[in-house]
Structures are given as C-alpha cells and as structure tokens.
C-alpha cells in the first residue's frame, strides 16, 4: 500500500534541471570526438527542375576534402509514414524546392566542407514552379511526385456521418465561412545536429536531436539497408522541438552513410537558414466550414472542406490532412458531420507536424464562426459553448471516443477570472476580449507504422546501492519527459527522484518508446514506469514481507524506507528491501509496457484521432487594437487546461505558458512565406526571411501576463492521473486573438496571423461600407472523392463504412510493417 | 592561419594557437571544449551565445577571438564558484526557467550582467535587458520570475550537497 503523494503533485526542481543551468547538459553539436570530420550540404538553387549533372571534381581535389556524395549513393527512398517513402538523402534526378540537398562535402573542417560545396557544379533544367495550392490544382504536369492521388494532389480524403446536406438544409441558421491560415515553422533555438560514428566493432553509432530516435532507426535501416540490429541511435537532449524535429532527416543518412564509409566520426550542423529549409512545420490551410444550426442554438450538422499546402514531400502530411478534419466533434456535440481535406504539392520545403499537428488551423476557423453564431444568435459566445459541449463516456459522429472532458469547467474558470461578463461587448472601442477553447490528444491511439506492439517500454534495474535505473527510448526534448519518468518511479517506490537515474532515447540501450510527439509521452510512458515499478515494488514487498513477518498488504513505500503501516518504526531501508529481495530472488529487474486501448472506429481514416483521453483547454485573449492604425498588443490572457493530475506543476505551468507564447506567435506575427526573386534572378521561390531577425517571434517585450489555471480531475486513462498538457494550450489562443479583435473594434480578421495591416484593411472596408472583414473570399472547387458513408452510433452505426470494401484489417497494415522492418 | 591568442576565461589564462578566422564563441566550443556556451543563429540574432567580457554582456558569435586580446570572459561554466551554483543558476532550477536549457547559457549571462549593474530591477528592467534572447520553450514568464527570485535571493546560496 501506499500513502499519500510524496512527489507526485508537488512543485519540483526537475531531475536535469542541474545539467541545464550550468551548461553541461550535452546538445548533438556539443559532441567533440576524436578524428571527427565534418558535413556540409550543397542545397538546390531551383524550386523545380531535373538534375541534368553534377561535376564534383573541383571539389574533391580542395586539400582536406576527404568525401564527396550525391543522390548516386543513395538509391533507396525512406520516409516518416510508411505510404509516402518518397525522400531520397540526396536528390537523384531532380530538386523539388530551393534548399533540397544534391551533395554533400565530408572535410577536415565547416569552413573547407563550405567551400568545397560551392565549387561544385550542378546542370539543371528548369520545370514549371508551383508555388501555391491553386496553382498545384491548375495544373496536373508536371508532377512533382510520380505518386499520389492524381496530377500535384497528393491526397484528398472525403468522410461523411450522418446525412450532412440534410441537416444543414432543415437548420434554421446556416453558416458558410472561409479562413485562412498561413504556415509557421518550430524554430527551436538549437539548430539541428547529428554525429554519426563506427563503434569499436563496426556498427553503426548516430546521435541525433532526434524527438523520434525509434523511427531514425527505422529510417536508416532501410535507407542504408543496414539490419537494424547494427544500427544505434541515440537521441541527445533536443533544444526545442515542437514537432520540428520528428522526421527522419536526409543530413541525418548523409552523415551516417559518411561514417561508414570513411570509418571515422562526421558531424554535421545545420545553420539556421538550413533549418528553416528543413521546416516540416505548420501547414497553411484554407478551410470553409459549413455549419447548420437551430434556432435555439444547436448545431445539427457541421460540413468542412480543407486545402492544405503540402510543400515538396509527403512527411506526416497525409496524418496532417486527417487531423485537419479529426478533432472538431471531440469539443462540442456535432450530430452530423461532413470532413473532406485534400494535400497538394508545392515546390516549397515540406510541411508536417508542428505542436497541435494539423488541429490548430481548423480549431481557428471552427472557433472563429462560433463566435460568429453566437453573435447572430445574440447569445454570449461562453454561454453558447456551455451549451454544446460535448458530453462525458461518449462515442462522437465519428467515432473518436471521448472519456473526461473538463471543457466546461475550464471554460466557467476563464469567464470567472477574467471578469468576461463585464468586459465582453463592453469595454471600450479598441479594447476586447475574445474567447476560444480546443482539445488534443494525450499520444496518438495508434502507432505510425501499424501492428500491434507496445508504444512504450520501460526497465528498471535496482542495485544494492538503492539506486535505481530506469530504462526508457523516450526522448527529452526539453518538456520535462526524464523529469516524469523518475517522479512516477520515486513515487510508486517511496524513494527521491535523485535516487532514480533515468537512461533514455537510446535504441541499444532502451525499450522501443515511440517518440516525442501527439503528446503521447507522459500518459504512455507513464503508464509503462508504473507497471515497472509496480512490479518491483510487488518484488520488494513479497521479501520484505517474510524478513519482518507483516502481511504484504501492510507495508508502505515511503522515505527510503519499507515499513509496516501499523507499526511505522518497524522497517527497513529501501537500501536493505533490495538487498533482502535479492538475497531471495536475485538480480533485481522488471519491465513495464503500455498500448492504448482500441478505438471504435473502423473506416479507412478512423486511426487519426482516437487517444486514450483527450485534453481540453479554454482562453479568454484581452487585446488593445489602435483603431487608426490596427497596431494590435495582448496585456492578458487567461487560460485553464484540464490536465487531469499535474504531475509537476512547476513543469505543467511552462508547459502552458510555452503554448500561449507559441500561439501568440502564430496569431500575431509568425509566417513561414516565400517570394519569387525577380527574373534575373532566376524567379526561383525563395523562403522570404530565413533568418531569426526578420521571422518575428515574440520576446519578452511582447509578453502578457498569463493567469493559468490547471483543472484537475485525475483521469482513469492517465498515470496518476494526468493528461497531456504540451500542445492542447496553443489552440485556443489564434481564435481566441480574432475574436478578440471583433469585440475591440468590429472587424473580423479570417485570418492568420492577425496583422495590424489585416486589421486595418478590413477597418477601411468596414468606413467603406464593405464587409468588415479580412479573409480569403472563396474556397476553390475540389473534385473530391466519393466520401466513406459511416452512420454515427445514434443511427445504428457500428464505425465502419457502408460504401468501403471489406478491410482485410490489422493483417495487411502487419504485412507492411514486417516489410519495413526487416533487414536486408 | 593561427595566431595566438592570450586572455581570461572564467578566471582562468588562456593562451593557446587558434584560427584567426574565427569567431570567440567558435574558440569557447572548439578549442577550448567550453560547449555551454550555445549557438541559434551565429548572426546576432537569438542571444544563445552570449558571454561576458570585462563584465559587459556580448553575443561571441559576432566577436572575433583576437578582437577579445587580455579579456576577462565569463562563460556559464564560470557561474558556479566553491562548488555552489550562482543564485541565477539556483532559481532558474527550482522555477522551470529552464526547458530544453538551449537558451539558458546566454540568459544567466545576459542576467547576471543585469544583477551585477542593478541588484534589484524592475519586471519592466528585467524583460528589456533579456528582450535579445529569444526562448522558444517558456514563455519567458518563469525566466523573469527566476531573476527576481534571484535579485530578492539575500541568503547565501546552497550548495549542491546540503540540498540532499
């Protein structure tokens, strides 16, 4: 048994907080070894062309120049989802986007690898650019991938449950509006590095900021055709992610390819414009939502179409396009519901998972119209929510099933603390209050590469010292995940956190944990540390128990000690329990796993969604708007998340406060954008400012003060309780944003970011007695497919669809996964 | 070319052969295998490169090694003396200042430029000194909490092995 929290719930310098604060925590680019040579990239000039030759040879005669490779040595396609293996670690035949890499330089040093790349001379020929959505639409030649759903689409998805079109032609309300939101890229402070190195007995070393070390070494055993058994990765501490560093990256094989070949350690560091060209970041999305609503202020069926531009690869985009369309029925109840979502390619760096993945562009448009309804239905917009929201141990329209939702309570708390009800519509001209709420996943319900193994592993060794080691492939990226796994453990064992040390993100050295990303570590993990130490505890327990002869049952974990509940004096160390357990049984290890439970749904899109629980999060955004000039500042934000149990509420607390940075960066000035250079420059399409001078991203001058408040109602899914709290904060805050700017000054801005330009033209529309609005005028016409028809449950579905062909299941997905798994 | 270079780091003489090219926070890294000091853009953008030179706080990655001839440089390594952490370091430990901990070199040196010019600054003070370091993962409140924690901090600092 055990007693009341000792760790968990308290505020608590992190495990690696020492490591941090002095420097000595160990980043890839931090890794000096001896003999190491270093990589730089010869990136293409072109947007979209042929790779006619390439001549290296002025190049591998510069004095210190040891390797040059291109596309040649690198014949097989890898990459992050198993459908869209369509990267190569070096462009073969042709180059889909300025900054796409054709060779690589290995040198003694940068500086000669830097200019040994530029003496070397690449032949192209220029194809057709397309540098937006309409344009990839326009035209079906030239294809930018010889794969994907048809001409530059590289995937349209269409899902239906319930008859949509009804609905909405019996509701007494229709609302039919366009949004738009432009892409934004991570921009983690530390630039992304990779070592890679032959081990003593010629096997394969890579350390990485990886978030995904599990999927690099899947990567790699395929793209080097190396068993994976061979290859180690190792993920360093990343410094900062945010989903930009979850691919599996082509400098990341270029260095490992180098490695083997010279069999000498090789570095490469991507300066910053490099990793704005790496990107894999925030999609721009046009969205159009559809939505029919009661008079009494119902929605009876919602119908949303998203266009997401893609860039040049696939990355996680085809789970990017579901999430556009996945979320929106887990916040509010939505009886009907209509999802189409079509990816194109452009010739821009690809876009991917970036924190909300997918979710926060149509959770704006979504948020934004409500606020919208409400307005036409002169209801208080946090009234209205209150109303819809979506209700307890329920299964939505499609499928994604919803356990706790502490959404109304953290909208009520927002409203509260805010003061809403006597701000809202009621402060005066250029101040407002807007509000907005959101939802994520705590972890994808399913894994990337389908089958049915765990999600996460985790090991303990206890020595006789009384320290224990856990073992665990998760990966820190600086959320605190080193800092959860040793408080679960101190906590299940009545020991300190500093008695557990935490050994992680290593692929020799840890069980599979699938990586940092969709939230998934604390709940997933988590989960797995409790079972482990669980079952040490059981272990201790049971020897302890004979040694002091008190039944098992009495006996408390706590202090560093193993005693008897009714008698707390009688007892032994922590220290004495593992030596007395393993005098019994010997050497003491357990291990711990975790799978998510099955989802309900069973149509073809159905995996993108479903979590064991999902977070769910309120905002209340003050702003001052200058209604002359548009000039926007944000002097507050209220927020409250329902976390389910903080684990660390000092971590739980940044974790929030890091989301509405981050979604105050997206609202207000963020754009990851691009421009044509003029014609004598080869009109290439050319990332505006890939520099951190000219991305403007919020300091501590754009700061507002933050009133967080963390819900916690422990969720039976979650480890003690606790649900994800690192992306779900971010939503709510762009929406939020927009709609307080129509409370400031009655213009609505559809778009993001929210500009003092964008708020000033639709403030000389609206003097001009046009709408007052900013935003994108139409939604393009898409030939979409034919939808899967998947009755919801409340009109006998059973979350297949009707109009699918019989699925072969888990089995095929399986055949898939064995393909890619195994060695050649 | 080499050439030689001779001055202060962390209290310590420095005198050693490096390339002239090189930039002061390319020697910290690599010759002199001082890697707290960090690196985001090596333009002067991010302020994760930040050290101090005769007690005023510089971005390394805009300064030539030679420009810094008899310089007294503080890196993070020298924050710590006596086997204590600086109160910087203390707070920003027990407040969550400290995320991924990238950033965190070039903002104890940036605030402890700040507590050594004015031991007791304003909110207001404090973000505008920090304004040209970018973090990505806090939301700068807990790091502004931090150094007031800090500046407040009147009692000697504790050392790693009492806190057991």
């Known amino acids: 048994m055990n007693t009341q929290p000792r760790v968990i719930g308290r505020p608590r310098r992190r495990v690696d907080a020492r490591a941090k604060v002095t420097g000595q925590t160990r980043f890839a680019d931090d890794i000096m070894l001896p003999r190491m040579l270093h990589c730089r990239l010869l990136r293409s000039t072109q947007p979209h062309a042929r790779i006619v030759s390439i001549d290296a040879s002025k190049a591998s005669s510069i004095d210190g120049v040891h390797l040059v490779l291109t596309g040649e040595q690198f014949p097989i396609a890898y990459g992050i989802l198993p459908v869209s293996h369509d990267e190569h670690a070096l462009c073969r035949d042709k180059v889909r986007f300025v900054g796409d890499p054709v060779a690589a330089v290995i040198a003694r040093d940068e500086v000669t690898a830097e200019r040994a790349v530029n003496v070397i001379d690449v032949t192209y020929e220029p194809l057709r650019t397309f540098a937006s959505p309409a344009e990839s639409l326009a035209h079906e030649e030239p294809r930018i991938h010889d794969y994907g759903d048809h001409g530059n689409v590289h995937k349209a998805v269409a899902l239906q449950f319930g008859d949509v079109d009804g609905a909405i032609a019996a509701a007494d309300h229709v609302f039919d509006d366009v949004f738009f939101f432009e892409g934004s890229t991570h921009l983690p402070i530390e630039q992304h590095a990779t070592v890679a190195m032959k081990d003593p007995d010629g096997k394969l070393v890579v350390y990485s900021s990886t978030q995904t070390p599990h999927y690099l070494h899947r990567a790699l055993t395929k793209a080097l055709a190396i068993p994976a058994a061979h290859i180690r990765v190792v993920a360093t501490p990343n410094g900062g992610g945010f989903g930009g560093k979850s691919d599996p990256f082509n400098h990341e094989i270029v260095v490992a390819k180098a490695a083997l070949l010279l069999d000498r350690p090789v570095k490469i560091c991507l300066n910053r414009e490099e990793v704005f060209l790496c990107h894999r970041g925030r999609h721009p999305v046009l969205m159009r939502f559809r939505t029919g609503v009661t008079g009494d202020g119902k929605i009876i069926g919602m119908d949303l179409q998203t266009l997401l531009d893609g860039g040049a690869y696939g990355s996680y985009g085809v789970a990017s396009t579901f999430y556009t369309g996945a979320l929106q029925t887990v916040t509010y109840d939505i009886p009907r519901y209509r999802f189409r979502g079509c990816r194109v390619f452009t010739n821009k760096p690809p876009c991917g998972p970036k924190r909300g993945h997918g979710t926060p562009q149509s959770r704006f448009g979504q948020e934004v119209q409500l606020d919208k309804i409400a307005e036409h239905l002169r209801v208080d917009p946090a009234e209205f929510r209150l109303r819809i929201v979506a209700p307890p141990d329920s299964v939505t329209a499609n499928y994604m099933r919803v356990g706790t939702i502490g959404l109304a309570e953290c909208i009520s708390r927002v409203v509260e603390r805010s003061q809403w009800k006597d701000k809202f519509r009621k402060l005066p001209l250029g101040r407002g209050v807007g509000l907005a709420c959101s939802s994520y996943l705590s972890g994808a319900g399913l894994p990337i590469n389908w089958n049915d193994l765990p999600h996460s592993g985790v090991q303990l060794k206890l020595d006789r010292s009384g320290g224990v080691t856990a073992f665990c492939g998760a990966t820190e990226i600086g959320q605190g995940s080193d800092d959860v796994l040793v408080a679960l453990i101190a906590e299940v064992l009545g020991i300190d956190p500093f008695d557990v040390r935490a050994v992680t993100g290593d692929t020799d050295l840890t069980p599979v944990d699938l990586g940092s990303y969709s939230s998934r570590v604390t709940l997933m993990m988590g989960n797995a540390a409790i079972q482990a130490a669980e079952r040490a505890r059981d272990i201790l327990a049971a020897a302890v128990s004979a040694r002091l002869a008190v039944p098992s049952t009495r006996l408390v974990f706590a202090d560093r000690r193993v005693f008897d509940s009714e008698h707390p004096e009688h007892g032994v160390t922590f220290q004495e329990a593992v030596c007395i357990a393993e005098a019994s049984v010997g050497t003491i290890g357990t291990t711990g796993s975790y799978t998510p439970p099955k989802s309900p749904g069973h149509y073809k899109g159905s995996g993108v969604g479903p979590t064991p629980t999902y977070s769910y999060t309120a905002a209340v955004v003050e702003v001052d708007v200058d209604p002359e000039t548009g000039w926007i500042t944000v002097p507050r934000v209220w927020i409250a998340h329902d976390i389910g149990r903080a684990l660390n509420p000092t971590l739980a607390r940044g974790q929030v406060e890091g989301s509405v940075y981050m979604g105050l960066g997206e609202a207000l000035m963020e754009e990851q954008a691009f421009r044509r250079l003029p014609p004598r420059l080869s009109q290439a399409l050319v990332h505006k400012f890939p520099s951190m001078l000219e991305y403007k991203s919020p300091t501590t001058l754009d700061m507002p003060e933050i009133f967080t408040d963390l819900i916690e109602h422990p969720d039976p899914e979650g480890p003690f309780g606790a649900k994800e709290v690192g992306q779900g904060p971010l939503l709510p805050i762009m929406p939020a944003v927009a709609n307080a700017v129509y409370d400031a000054v009655g213009v609505r801005v559809d778009q993001i970011p929210v500009t003092p330009e964008k708020i000033l033209r639709a403030l000389q529309a609206k003097a001009a007695g046009k709408p007052a609005r900013s935003g994108p005028a139409a939604f393009p016409d898409i030939a979409w497919p034919e939808p899967l028809l998947v009755a919801p449950p409340w009109e006998g579905g059973d979350g297949r669809a009707s109009n699918e062909a019989k699925r072969t299941g888990r089995k095929a997905e399986a055949g898939i996964e064995a393909k890619v798994a195994v060695p050649r | ?164």
């Open chain 2, 1 to 164: 070319m080499k050439v030689r270079l001779a001055f202060t780091v962390n209290e310590e003489t420095v005198d050693i052969l490096a390339e002239d090219y090189k930039t002061l926070l390319e020697v910290l890294r690599e010759d002199l295998g001082l890697t707290g000091t960090k690196h985001g853009c090596e333009l002067g953008e991010c302020g994760a490169c930040a050290v101090l030179a005769d007690g005023k706080p510089l971005l390394s990655c805009l300064m030539l090694a030679v420009e810094c001839e008899g310089a007294e440089i503080t890196t993070v390594e020298g924050l710590a003396a006596d086997g204590r952490l600086h109160p910087l370091q203390e707070c920003f430990a027990d407040l969550g200042a400290a995320q991924c901990g990238y950033c965190t070199p070039g903002i104890l040196i940036t605030a402890k430029a700040l507590l050594d010019h004015e031991p007791r600054p304003s909110r207001e003070r404090i973000c505008e000194a920090l304004s040209g370091n970018l973090c990505r993962c806090t939301g700068y409140l807990q790091i502004v909490e931090a150094v007031e924690a800090a500046a407040r901090q009147s009692v000697a600092p504790v050392r790693d092995e009492d806190r057991r």
